[in-house]
């Protein structure tokens, strides 16, 4: 059985494929996102690994209904007011980014005795994200196939899609010339 986790990506890997793409997801000073991390989920599409990031849930997301490359993920052990699944984040399918090995780190979420309250809930925030992916891998792996295939092979149907998705091809060429150089 095929099992997700979540990972870090390397925060200078980021900022090399933001300065070629601009819809890589900011970690940018200037943007006031320095601190926030690269997380995502990571799965197999055409031969390569892509990350596929995972947000805290929003307000301006509660109203948006989910698409091809947007998927809202639940605490289906809870209920908002409105007697709907919690909303515990969202999977952003059109910024996901080829990833390699080297530039990956798996998150550590096991709530630790010595973590401050703030680590502790995010931690426990993130076992409910990727609890519930993993109960729906074949979906993101599914939409993520789509999305891939819908941008690179066939933009010229699909251009509001492919105006606000990575630039996948330009990517993967700058994750090649990386690794040569390493």
């Known amino acids: ?14 900022r090399d494929l933001s300065h070629t ?3 890589v997801m900011s970690i940018s000073p200037q943007r006031g996102k320095q601190n926030r991390p690269f997380v995502g989920v990571v799965v197999l599409m055409n031969g390569r690994k892509y990350c596929i990031p995972i ?17 809202k993920v639940f605490d289906e052990e809870r209920r908002d007011e409105n007697g709907q699944f919690k909303l515990i984040g969202v999977l952003n399918i059109n910024n996901m980014i ?8 798996k998150v550590n979420l096991a709530v630790l005795s010595n973590d401050k309250p703030d680590i502790a809930a995010k931690k ?16 993101i792996e ?14 010229d149907k699909n251009h509001n899609l492919v105006k606000r998705s990575s630039k996948f091809d330009k990517l993967e060429t700058l994750l090649d010339k ?4 390493d």
Do not use: E, G
């Open 21 to 23: 793409d601009d819809n």
């Open 124 to 139: 426990r925030l993130m076992q409910k994200q990727i609890k519930w992916c993993r109960s729906h891998i074949d979906t």
């Open 178 to 181: 990386l690794l040569k150089k």
């Open 142 to 155: 599914n939409r993520a196939n789509k999305v891939y295939d819908m941008v690179v092979n066939h933009p």
């Open 98 to 105: 080829p990833v390699d090995d080297r530039y990956i780190k």
């Open 55 to 71: 947000t805290s849930p929003k307000d301006k997301f509660k109203n948006k209904k989910s698409q091809v490359d947007f998927i």
């Open 1 to 14: 059985m095929k099992k997700l986790d979540l990972y870090y990506i390397d925060l200078k890997y980021i």
